[in-house]
């Protein structure tokens, strides 16, 4: 399996414009999570899909951020307008579900946000 | 919320040493995990502790949670530069599926 697979790997742009961040998650995971990291406030839930529907999205910051997953290979993330203080690493994890409690998470390798 | 706060914030040791790092909450949590990020990477799960007191040992790591599942230990024996990272617990619940991430522990082994 070729893991979480997130795109691009960094990505800068400038503020006020449109960002999109894109996922596939491992094939039979029926959990996908957004995670934001910074060095000041760490990992952050942003919001988690089961089976594509959204459950939890208490974490996104606002409403300039949308996260949707269309069907069970691909999920995204979008910020518009985007500002300097949305500049994180975003990862993507899915799991099996339980908590991850039998098998973890499994995340990406993350996508580098710089918005000058 | 359910808090997860990490100590040290950051070790820097020399190969060969043992080291200890933990994670504390004012909460009950039915399991907690321990993930190493590497730099440029996303976190990877090291355990899964589940029962108050448990013991879990994986090569020179040892893992363990505390009594009252509010609390997990990270013991590293005779630590190697591989071992350096970030390490994170994270906490779950049943019937949840989020996991809350601890602050993390930055540790550099110095060869």
């Known amino acids: 399996d070729a893991g979480v697979i997130q795109s691009p790997r960094h990505e800068v742009t400038e503020m006020g414009q449109e960002v999109t961040l894109r996922c596939k998650p491992i094939?039979?995971?029926?959990?996908l999570f957004w995670y934001r990291q910074t060095m000041m406030r760490g990992l952050e839930l942003l919001i988690y899909f089961n089976n594509n529907v959204p459950i939890d999205d208490s974490g996104m910051p606002e409403d300039r951020f949308s996260a949707k997953m269309p069907n069970a290979s691909f999920s995204t993330l979008k910020i518009q307008p985007s500002e300097p203080r949305d500049s994180a690493v975003y990862f993507c994890?899915?799991?099996?579900?339980?908590?991850?409690?039998?098998?973890?998470?499994?995340f990406g390798s993350g996508t580098r946000l710089t918005v000058v | 919320t359910q808090l997860l706060e990490q100590s040290p914030q950051f070790l820097s040791i020399q190969e060969g040493e043992n080291l200890t790092v933990y994670c504390n909450s004012s909460?009950?949590?039915?399991?907690l995990q321990w993930y190493r990020q590497e730099p440029g990477e996303g976190p990877v799960l090291l355990v899964t502790?589940?029962?108050?007191?448990e013991v879990k040992k994986l090569k020179r790591l040892t893992f363990q949670f505390g009594d009252a599942r509010k609390d997990s230990s990270l013991h590293i024996t005779a630590a190697q530069p591989g071992d350096t990272g970030l390490y994170l617990c994270?906490?779950?619940?049943?019937?949840?599926?989020?996991?809350?991430f601890g602050t993390g522990t930055r540790l550099t082994i110095i060869p």
């Open positions: 994890a899915s799991s099996h579900g339980t908590g991850g409690y039998d098998y973890g998470y499994t």
């Open positions: 909460s009950v949590f039915s399991s």
């Open positions: 502790v589940v029962t108050g007191g």
């Open positions: 094939s039979g995971h029926d959990y």
């Open positions: 994270a906490g779950s619940n049943f019937g949840n599926e989020k996991l809350t």
